[in-house]
């Protein structure tokens, strides 16, 4: 098993910038893809960033220029730099880790774009 956990939400005004982090604990050696997911309010959870074991990095076209996914194997944790926060960027963000064909979820962090 492999537990994430997610931290770094809040609430910020449009513009403004924020980072999460997930670690991950339990088996967590041999994770391969890391990434984040968000879901707003009546939507389905879609597809933020993720990057692999190795730096490759995959984005959303809505997030592309302004968000930035790292990750530390050594610390088992993914980063998401958030930069010019949009208020349609409002949601509940997920951190997901792929091990063996298992995909893992954390509890969700709440990021809010509000004035």
């Known amino acids: 098993q492999v537990q994430l956990v997610e931290s770094g939400g809040g609430l910020v005004q449009p513009g403004g910038s924020l980072r999460l982090s997930c670690t991950a604990s339990g088996r967590a050696f041999s994770i391969n893809d890391m990434g984040w997911y968000r879901q707003a309010p009546g939507k389905q959870r879609e597809l933020v960033a993720t990057v692999t074991r190795a730096g490759s990095t995959n984005y959303a076209d809505s997030v592309k220029g302004r968000f930035t996914i790292s990750r530390d194997n050594a610390k088992n944790t993914v980063y998401l730099q958030m930069n010019s926060l949009k208020p349609e960027d409002t949601a509940v963000y997920f951190c997901?880790?792929?091990?063996?064909?298992?995909?893992?979820w954390g509890q969700g962090t709440q990021v809010t774009v509000s004035s």
């Open positions: 997901n880790a792929a091990r063996f064909g298992f995909y893992y």
